[in-house]
């Protein structure tokens, strides 16, 4: 099995903070949730939501993956001597 070593990365605070537009969309999202009456309204936006999410998540696996690959190119493996 290949050795790797393991490195950890630390995330500055600032990167965890939501941008301005991100809280423009969340009270714009959230003041429309707000006003919905009906379920079939709420449930509608709810699934919605979920696709969001989801694609965000596929497109957060896929740059992981490409980074990945970058990172690990400059990797070689060893022969390790049978005997």
Do not use: H, W, Y
């Not at 003041?31 to 969001?52: F, H, P, W």
């Not at 694609?55 to 060893?78: D, F, N, P, S």
């Amino acid at each position: 099995m290949a050795s790797f070593e393991l490195v950890e990365l630390a995330f500055d605070p600032v990167d965890l903070t939501p941008t301005l537009e991100d809280e423009f969309t969340m009270t714009a999202v959230s003041k429309e949730l707000e006003s919905l009456e009906n379920i079939d309204q709420v449930r509608t936006g709810a699934i919605q939501l979920l696709k969001i999410a989801m694609q965000r998540q596929a497109i957060i696996r896929g740059l992981c993956k490409r980074l990945a690959e970058i990172e690990t190119q400059g990797v070689t493996r060893k022969k390790i001597p049978k005997g």
